[in-house]
Every structure is written in structure tokens, then in C-alpha cells.
């Protein structure tokens, strides 16, 4: 019992140290200036329509998303709060809302996550905040011009990093799960039982 | 066995503090405020016994000293359907501004907003509680308004509503509030809520903002306002108040509009212009004696100066009475009078 509790006290100390920022994302541009990330993940043994198909089923049940069955590609409507670092708290500083938009062939897939729109948000008469959408501009141009991104831009990235590693790890989980019941199907009838 | 014991019961403790932080850190309580201060000169010199001058809309009123606006404190959380705000000011701006009759003391604080929010569905809210009012174009809050004096449809309408209002959201162009009242900024109300509010809300293109508000009850009265905004380009905005109130039992009213223009040369410079012209309607008085109503014209510059939190707001106005309501240094009556005014508003 009193090794337990200790054990048990020194777990609940080390909860809070739950992580440590992550580095910096290289940012790249596009011939039009406009902001990308984008990736092409290489899938081993996997067709086009097997791996749209399976990205259809696995986004559909949480977000919006646009499907396009003919070329084979899905786009999911994202956003996200950036905060401010008030002197007491956290507050909303702006929302961040992009596409992200994965485009699907045999062996491999391709995201892009892509038109960034930066919607600032300010305290109305109700003491609230919301987003001010007459004053949504493109990120670029704050990334571009201004030195308060520098404020935000971990965040921004951090959240960034998660939504690719959710995209990556979600088909891959999904894959491995097909892959799974595709060998379990398979049964050898043995002609000497 | 009895240091085990208490060992154990610290670890569950601390446990749940941690587990219950984690939680709340996804729908912190957010604090946030602001403070002002300021100084006024109106350029007549003339100076009342209080302190004020000539140009009577609310706030930012002593003359030739530099004055403290007010330090207002916001508390609100959102968790799940569930969310609050109460925000309570202290200061002459807040004296000013709201409270219930017979208080007392610039410096008492003052409930700007208290209230509860509940989404019934994702479309509709339910709302009750004192809160700052739907109607009108400016509000109490330095941080919300552009000028830092205000207009006159601003001073003579609602500062704040106490009661209980239904939204809806037809989508992200158009939602309308229908509400219960309590009589203009009232804590309490002696005749019971009976005012009925509406605001209907309309995004006609995006960037362009229009409010239909009504508010009507006794005693007291019925406005009509509309108030609207246009995001014209990226640093060029244009906004316009309109409104028009009867006071209950023929006893006058008012109408007025004011347009207002706004430019950002930098993103840290912005000018402002705010032209506005308000009316007073005739009425007989208690005695049967007829007053006649007047006009007034106001035109106002101001400069929004932003380093981060910080907005220095330098700024001239002129007002330009159909009568003569002003007085000059001679204590004698005149038709104009002006002032220039710079103020420091810091929100956090």
C-alpha cells in the first residue's frame, strides 16, 4: 500500500510535464505566394480506389468533407483557434481555416493542406469573443508583414503537425485493419485432417 | 498506517486536481479587461462646477485634466452547451454607463454584463442575465469603439438590457434574437419585464454587416435602430447608425444618424471620421408648456495608434448646435463648441 502511493504520487508529479514544444515547420510557398504543406506518402501494395475508399470512411463520420469519386480525391474543411497569451489567461486571438486536400493514385497518396484564411478575433458588447469576418485576410500576408506571428506561430505549427500526423496515422491504421481481416479471410483446407 | 493513509489520500487529491486542470485547460476561464484614461480640452475654456464642459455625450467629460476612464474585468468560460460571462467595471466610464437607479459613487463597481448562455440546439441559444444592449452602434467598452468620445444616439439610448432573449441562426448570413426585458439598464424592474427587444441580423455580401434592432416597453419607450458596417477593401471601412425613439406618453424622443469612416494606413495607423446629426422631437412638458426639439451636429477625428495592447486615440471634435446650447468662457449661450482629447486604452 505505501509503495503504491508513492508510486502513485510520483505519477500524478510527472503528469503535468506532459511535453515540450515542437520545432519550428519550414514554411514553402507557392509561384503565387501562397502558403503549402504538402507530402506524397508512398503505400506499398495498395490500389486508388481502395485507399480513397478507405479515406472516405474514416473522415466522414467527424468532419464535413467533399468527395470527388470520379478523380478520386476528398477535401475536408479545417480551423482552428490560435490564443493570445493574456496576463491571466488564454484568450482567442484569431481562427486559422484552410482545406486540406487528399488527392489518391495506386501505392501512394498526396496531401495538401492549403488556402490559409486568418479571421481575427475581438471581445463584442456581450463581453464575448468572436471572429470579426469583415476583417479576414489571407495568412500570407501576416506571416509576410507582420512580427506579431512570431507570438502565434507555434501554435500555428504545432497544430499544423498534428493534423498531418492524424491524417497519416489514421490511414495507416485503417490500412492495417484491412490488411488484418484480408489475411484472417484466408483459410487453407487442409486435405490430410 | 496513518501516514499511509494520508499519503494516499494526497495522491487521489492531487490526482484529481491534475485530471480536472487538464480538463479545464480545453475550456479555460478566460479573464480578460481593459483600462483608459484620458485627457480633454474644450477649447472654450468653459468649465462647470463638477468639472465638465461643453460637449455632454457620455464620458470622457472633465475638462482640463487628464482623467481615468475605468478598469473592467471580464470573466467568461464556454463548456460543452453551457457558458457565462460577468464582467464588472470600476470608474467614472462605468459610473457613467450603467447601474441600478440611486447608486451612487464613481467608483462603485458596476455590473456590465452577467449573464447565462445555454445552446438549446446548434441553432438556437437561450440567454438571461443583465447585458450590454443589442441596440445601437457603440458601446460602453473603450476597447469596442474607434472614437474614444461618443455620439449622441449612443448617450441618449440603452447602455445595457436585463432579461431573456432566444438566438437563432438561420446560417452565417442571417440570425435573429427575439427577448424579454427589464426597462432600459435596469437591475430590477417595478412594472415587470415586459419590454420586448428584436434584432434581426443579415450578411447581404460578406464584409457588409447589417443590424435591425427594435426594443418597445413603457415606461420606457420604443427605438427603432439600424446599425451597419461594410468592409469596403482591406484598410478602408464604412459604418452608419441610424435610429429613431418615442418616448412613452408623447413625452418627445429623438432620431439621429451618424456615418462613420475609417482608414488604415498601416497596420498600426488608423484614422477615423464621425459625422453624426441628432435631433430632438418637440413634446409638452408635465406642464403643458410645448418644447420645441433641436439638432445638433457633431464631427469628430480620431487617430488609433496600436503598439500590441496599447491604443493611443488622439482626437479633435466639433459640435454645431441649431440652437444655442453651449456656453462659452464668458458663461454666455453659443451655437458651437470643440475640444481635443487624447486617451490611452489598454485591453488585456
Known sequence: MFKFSISLLVFCLLIPFKGYPQSSLDYTFTSDGKLLFSEVIEVEDSKQNDLYSLAVESFSADEKIKKDSKDKTISIAKSFTLHDKGILSRIPYAEIKCQLFVEFKDQ??????????????????YGKYETVERKRKSLESLIQSSNDWEDQRQEFDNWISSEIENLVLTMEGRLA????????????????? | MKIKTILFTLSMIFL???????????????????????YKYDFSGF?????????????????????I???????SQELGKASFVGEVAFGPRNAGSAGPAGNSGVMEPHIQNLYVSYMLTPELAITAGYMGTFVGYEVISPTGNFNYSTSYLFTNGPFQNAGVKLDYTFSDR????????????????????????????????????????MITGYPSGTELDLTTGYQITDDFYLGL????????????GFSGAALYAQYAFTDNFSLGFRGESFSTKDYDDETGVSVEGS????????????????????????????????????????????QLLFALVYAF
Open chain 2, 295 to 338: 439638432t445638433v451636429n457633431a464631427f469628430t477625428i480620431s487617430g488609433n495608434l496600436t503598439a500590441g495592447p496599447l491604443t493611443f486615440i488622439p482626437e479633435v471634435r466639433f459640435d454645431n448646435g441649431e440652437n444655442e446650447v453651449f456656453l462659452n468662457n464668458d458663461l454666455m449661450p453659443t451655437k458651437t463648441a470643440s
Open chain 2, 174 to 213: 442571417v440570425s435573429l434574437m427575439v427577448g424579454l426585458f427589464n426597462d432600459w439598464n435596469q437591475y430590477n424592474d417595478s412594472n415587470g419585464m415586459s419590454d420586448f427587444g428584436a434584432q434581426l441580423y443579415v450578411v447581404p455580401v460578406s464584409g457588409w454587416d447589417v443590424y435591425i434592432n
Open chain 1, 177 to 193: 485493419e484491412e490488411s488484418e481481416k484480408t489475411v484472417s479471410e484466408v483459410i487453407e483446407i487442409k486435405e490430410e485432417w
Open chain 1, 108 to 125: 501512394r497518396y498526396r496531401y495538401q493542406l492549403k488556402d490559409f484564411d486568418f479571421i481575427p478575433y475581438a471581445r463584442n458588447r
Open chain 2, 241 to 252: 447608425n441610424a435610429a429613431d425613439y418615442t418616448a412613452s406618453d408623447d413625452a418627445g
Open chain 2, 16 to 38: 484529481t486536481t491534475v485530471l480536472y486542470a487538464q480538463e479545464a485547460e480545453k475550456n479555460p476561464l478566460q479573464i480578460s479587461g481593459s483600462v483608459d484614461t484620458y
Open chain 2, 47 to 67: 468649465e462647470s462646477e463638477n468639472g465638465t464642459s461643453n460637449i455632454s455625450t457620455s464620458f470622457a467629460d472633465q475638462q482640463n485634466s487628464l482623467s
Open chain 2, 69 to 75: 476612464g475605468m478598469i473592467d474585468i471580464v470573466l
